[in-house]
């Protein structure tokens, strides 16, 4: 695989770790909105299991 592939398959992979997580905070402004009070504990430690690995 060359070089500037590389680039562009990572660069999709940001995006979409990126939508992800734009999903996941509307969904817990969702829930506070309905009175569903999500733990923001429980929240950000789903972030920082699905998160904690990931290449920088």
Do not use: H, T, W
Request: aromatic residues 8%.
């Amino acid at each position: 695989m060359s070089p500037a592939q590389q680039v562009l398959d990572y660069r999709r992979e940001i995006d979409e770790s990126q939508k992800q997580i734009r999903e996941m905070v509307m969904e817990s402004y969702r829930d506070i909105a309905a009175g569903k009070g999500r733990d923001c504990n429980e929240f950000f430690d789903e972030l920082e299991k699905r998160y904690a690995n990931e290449r920088v």
